[in-house]
């Protein structure tokens, strides 16, 4: 979905994090680099400000039961996005949001919401 539906140079975010990971350097700068909530809350909340409403377009659109990520790294933005569109249609809870963590490692701090 985040491919799909986010404007550029955001849809491309999948792809770039293919490239981090076959980098090990970079990915390690990267991935400590928004480690500190210091960094990572105003990171995604400037990421919400950008994408956010082309996401919630894409929830009404489609008006899932539930969400299921596969990748925690966006999923403030996400679950954001679905509060604010819970709001806007005047539903008591936001959609349900899951994420499917299949790295069994030291978990980064924007893995939890």
């Known amino acids: 979905m985040w491919k799909e539906h986010t404007p550029r140079p955001f849809n491309n975010m999948p792809d770039s994090y293919s490239f981090l990971v076959h980098h090990g350097m970079l990915w390690r700068m990267a991935y400590h680099?928004?480690?500190?909530?210091?960094?990572?809350?105003?990171?995604?909340?400037?990421?919400?400000?950008?994408?956010g409403k082309h996401l919630s377009?894409?929830?009404?659109?489609?008006?899932?039961?539930?969400?299921?990520?596969?990748h925690p790294l966006m999923q403030h933005v996400n679950?954001?996005?679905?509060?604010?569109?819970?709001?806007r249609l005047g539903r008591a809870a936001p959609t349900p949001f899951a994420t499917v963590v299949t790295d069994f490692?030291?978990?980064?701090?924007?893995?939890?919401?």
């Open 33 to 51: 680099s928004i480690q500190p909530r210091a960094v990572h809350i105003p990171y995604l909340s400037a990421m919400y400000a950008f994408v």
């Open 57 to 70: 377009d894409a929830f009404d659109r489609y008006d899932p039961d539930l969400v299921v990520s596969v």
């Open 79 to 87: 679950c954001r996005a679905l509060a604010a569109r819970a709001k």
């Open 105 to 113: 490692t030291t978990c980064h701090n924007t893995w939890f919401c």
